[in-house]
């Protein structure tokens, strides 16, 4: 199994950054695109951006030039990187991981961790 663990949220002033990491541990076949999400109560959840396998990214417009995803294939690690945070920033930050598992050729599923908390304040 896979499992997803989401850290490096906190509470930061606007025009702060903070970096979160989304680290996977367990066991799998091959893994693929790692997304992140946020959401905050009474909305739904949005996507905030992409990584693939190959390291390609894309990002909501609203977090672009702003924040960036990198990937770390030996940690098994996805980070972001946000910057100049703004108060309609603040979420629930969570990723999901897509990973091949199972025996032989395996099957394609989504692993999710629990998110970190981002909160940005003045």
């Known amino acids: 199994q896979v499992q997803v663990v989401e850290s490096g949220g906190g509470s930061v002033q606007p025009g702060e950054s903070l970096r979160l990491s989304c680290a996977v541990s367990?066991?799998?076949?091959?893994?693929?695109?790692i997304n992140w999400y946020r959401r905050t109560p009474g909305k739904e959840r949005d996507q905030v951006g992409s990584?693939?396998?190959?390291?390609?990214?894309s990002y909501a417009d609203s977090v672009k030039d702003r924040f960036t995803i990198s990937r770390d294939n030996y940690k098994n690690t996805v980070y972001l990187q946000m910057n100049s945070l703004k108060p309609e920033d603040t979420a629930v930050y969570s990723c999901?991981?897509?990973?091949?598992?199972?025996?032989?050729?395996?099957?394609?599923?989504?692993?999710w961790g629990q998110g970190t908390q981002v909160t940005v304040s003045s």
């Open positions: 367990g066991s799998w076949i091959s893994l693929g695109a």
């Open positions: 999901s991981v897509r990973a091949r598992v199972g025996k032989a050729w395996g099957f394609w599923d989504n692993f």
């Open positions: 990584i693939t396998s190959d390291g390609g990214t």
